[in-house]
Each structure stands twice: as C-alpha cells, then as structure tokens.
C-alpha cells in the first residue's frame, strides 16, 4: 500500500499564498497519477486537482483554476500544491491522493488518501 503524508497547511488571510507538499512511500511513485481532493466544514468532499505521472497534462476544479498550481517531483515521491489568491472559501482539509494509473481519469475514485492538512483562510 502506499502511504502519503501531507505537510504545508495553515491559516493564512484572504489574498494570501500556501505551499502544500505530500510525500508519497514506495519505489513506484512515477506509476501513479496524483491528486489533491479538499472537504470543507459541512461540504462534501471535492476535487481540486491531479496530473497524470509525467506531470502533464494536469487537471483543475473550476474554482481553483488560475489560483491554484499542482506539480510533482518524481525523484522525491513529492506532489505539490501552490495556491495563491486564497479565498475563504478555500478553507477545507486537503487530501493529497493518488489512482493506479498512469493517467488522471475523473470517472474512477482515488486508491490512495492521505491523512489530511487544514487550510484556513481568514477575511
């Protein structure tokens, strides 16, 4: 199984910037397609963003898209998200996950989660 573990979360106020990195167990990293999927208090959980192995192409939630940068580093197991602008509304806990395959597809659920990190955004 492959373990994921998040770090990067905070409070930060409206307009602000947050780094958030996860760090993923295993010699098979570059298999995966990775993501990041956010819930916040008293919503359902929903996707943010996720890319497939190489890297590209990536894929973004409509209300993240221009604020929000995912990339990854296969020789350190690590997948990143930048957030810049940061809205209220961006307060959630972020999963970091990851799909056996090497390529994003919206239509199947992620295999693996991490344990989360919170974001607050104040205003």
């Known amino acids: 199984q492959v373990q994921l573990v998040e770090s990067g979360g905070g409070s930060v106020q409206a307009g602000g910037s947050l780094r958030l990195s996860c760090k993923a167990s295993?010699?098979?990293?570059?298999?995966?397609?990775m993501g990041w999927f956010r819930q916040g208090p008293g919503k359902e959980r929903e996707f943010v963003a996720a890319l497939h192995w190489s890297g590209a192409p990536t894929t973004y939630a409509d209300a993240v898209k221009g604020r929000f940068t995912i990339s990854r580093d296969n020789a350190k197991n690590t997948v990143n998200l930048q957030m810049n602008s940061l809205k209220p509304e961006d307060t959630a806990v972020y999963y970091c996950?990851?799909?056996?395959?090497?390529?994003?597809?919206?239509?199947?659920?992620?295999?693996?989660w991490g344990q989360g990190t919170q974001v607050t955004v104040s205003s």
């Open positions: 295993g010699r098979y990293f570059s298999n995966y397609a």
């Open positions: 996950v990851g799909w056996w395959a090497l390529a994003y597809d919206s239509d199947v659920d992620p295999a693996f």
